[in-house]
T-cell receptor
Framework: NAGVTQTPKFRVLKTGQSMTLLCAQDMNHEYMYWYRQDPGMGLRLIHYSVGEGTTAKGEVPDGYNVSRLKKQNFLLGLESAAPSQTSVYFC?????????????FGPGTRLTVT | GQQLNQSPQSMFIQEGEDVSMNCTSSSIFNTWLWYKQDPGEGPVLLIALYKAGELTSNGRLTAQFGITRKDSFLNISASIPSDVGIYFCAWENYGGSQGNLIFGKGTKLSVKP
């Protein structure tokens, strides 16, 4: 199993440009998450999904949109990038219906907005 | 609201020393998770704790879920250079949807050979 994969690994955007980050998991997990990580701030939840076709807001959702059209994929979109969105983005997945809360993370996407 | 304090923020230790870090919360939780993040990588789960008082080991790592359910510690024995990284505690946010985790701000560990 590849686990959780993220595409791309690095990206540089100009202010106002748009982009989509792709997350894929092959563990048949129900739940998927998008986090951002900034220095000294730990991991903050942007959006999450509890199943195919569902999404919900996390702690810092503004400026982002998500979609979960297939169970194995979770997309994070930036419609109009801002320098404040410069960060490292991590996707994660979990299988909480098993009674366990563990989340498994992808390798991250480093985004710079100039 | 729920507050999670992780300490220390950073540690500089000599290879071979033991390490201890902890997390405390203002609320009671049913789950404590410990993750390690290597530079440039995503967090990797080290230990999961689901019962108050539970003590679990994973190689040189040992973690315990406090009896009060408000704290947890992680110990690393006989540290080696590859222990370098950031260690995060996390717990399940029952105020939100099931499965959501709240992460501490991390303990950055540096090991001098």
């Amino acid at each position: 199993n590849a686990g959780v994969t993220q595409t791309p690994k690095f990206r540089v955007l100009k202010t106002g440009q748009s982009m989509t980050l792709l997350c894929a998991q092959d563990m048949n997990h129900e739940y998927m998450y998008w986090y951002r990580q900034d220095p000294g701030m730990g991991l903050r939840l942007i959006h999450y999904s509890v199943g195919e076709g569902t999404t919900a807001k996390g702690e810092v959702p503004d400026g982002y949109n998500v979609s979960r059209l297939k169970k194995q994929n979770f997309l994070l979109g930036l419609e109009s990038a801002a320098p404040s969105q410069t960060s490292v983005y991590f996707c994660a997945s979990s299988y909480p219906t098993s009674g366990r809360s563990e989340q498994y993370f992808g390798p991250g996407t480093r985004l710079t907005v100039t | 609201g729920q507050q999670l304090n992780q300490s220390p923020q950073s540690m500089f230790i000599q290879e071979g020393e033991d390490v201890s870090m902890n997390c405390t919360s203002s609320s009671i939780f049913n789950t404590w998770l410990w993750y390690k993040q290597d530079p440039g990588e995503g967090p990797v789960l080290l230990i999961a704790l689901y019962k108050a008082g539970e003590l679990t080991s994973n190689g040189r790592l040992t973690a315990q879920f406090g009896i009060t359910r408000k704290d947890s510690f992680l110990n690393i024995s006989a540290s080696i250079p590859s222990d370098v990284g950031i260690y995060f505690c996390a717990w399940e946010n029952y105020g939100g949807s099931q499965g959501n985790l709240i992460f501490g701000k991390g303990t950055k560990l540096s090991v001098k050979p």
